[in-house]
């Protein structure tokens, strides 16, 4: 095994250089150059330094394709969170020795599924990295309460791989069926710079300021006085008396109840019985009422089905049906198909010669390349279109619309002719086609029935 070694420090402990020695062959680079020809012989990176210099280490190595997926451990002095979250295995120094064999199997364990990826064509995307790292690592996108960042969450793990917010990128990538999101946390957020450092304050209503306390009210049920306990406290006394009638008050429940609780302001002196809340943002010093605090969703990402059939290929390329059945049909265009079809119109006017069009919709088919192979899907698709292609006849024309609807002109044939092709032609497909793909067909023998397809089939 060969280990690619990067120090920020040269007070290296005796240690971590027989560990190294341990592992096989290792070379240390200079962390100030980005060492290409180092980085291709070697099999895992250990690097060790201050936190930052190994995030920006990181950042640099998760940027290129080439070295993008490369096992990493980071070796420190003192225990940092985020770097331990960032790397493939984090040891302390003096753990360094110990877990040798762990760390060992990791990095064998790594390495054995990057090789089992296609390669890569060119420089890959964001996209495709990150697919990657999460199927060679068997694992999933975990959040990290974080203060350093803006929203108090970061995504250490995948951050080295992005430019932009790792936030947004999360979420298009789940909304493009490449991840699935899973709710872990809810945060509420500056609705001005997004900040999630904010301070939640009870104000009084009338002067705004904070400085306000909460009070019991005393009703006297002799003079029937209500007010706050302070006006019938007498200093340096534990006694009570009422400010109206100058009795005392003994015994509660007697005398006097506290019916409620009110709030004072000691800045202003006015009396409330609720606090308005204000949110003041540390991050851009905006106050604004909490009824516009933003809220915003954290979740732990996981990779679907058709986000580990893409990482694998290492691109994003959907089949389409209509591109598969090209290759074994002299398919038309639409507007070529609607000359043949007025023709057939104008012979079964003059001559009585009977034809009919048609319609094969075929629903389901993203959805099944979503979770499964793109070779499964075009095996599938290449199935279906011979199935068709041995049904039809040679004077029958065909046109592919769109990636789920086909048209079929067949000339010289019946209605009861074409439903009996179609039902034929459907039972043989059901055979092989999966549960989530389903096909309805739609005869059509009349002029008036032909004008709406055409004027629909655009939009279809």
Partial sequence: MKICFVSYDDKIPNETYDTLEWFGDYYKVPPEHFNREA???????VIRGESERILDFLYRLRKTSEFALIPVIAVQEEEDEVVRHSVDFYALEYEFPEKKLLIRDIIEDINKRNKALYP???EASEEILILRYLITRKTSIKPLINIRTLKGYSYPQVEPFIDEDVFIALQRMSKNKL????????????????????????VCPKCKSANIHIEDTIHHFRCGYVGPESDFEIPGTDELVCPKCHK?????????????????CDSCGDVFEEPVVEVTCFNCKRTFDANHVAVFDVKEYSITSYGENVGKLGFIEKLKFDEVIKNYFNTVSFEFFKTMVNYSMSLEKRYGRKFVVAKIRIYGMEEFQREETY??????????SQILKENLRDTDIVCALNDKTILILLPETSKKTATKVLSRLIGKLSVFLPQEVAVKTEIIDNYAEVSKLFAEAPKQ
């Fill in 120 to 122: 890569l064509r060119g």
């Fill in 248 to 264: 005392k008050l003994r015994h509660i429940g007697i005398d006097y109840d506290k019916p409620s609780q009110m709030y004072l």
């Fill in 375 to 384: 070779e499964k899907t075009f095996e599938m698709m290449k199935n279906a």
């Fill in 39 to 45: 980085l291709s012989m070697a099999d895992a990176v």
């Fill in 179 to 202: 991840l699935n999101g899973k709710f872990v946390d809810r945060v509420h957020l500056c609705p001005f710079c997004g900040s999630a450092h904010l301070n939640f304050k009870e």
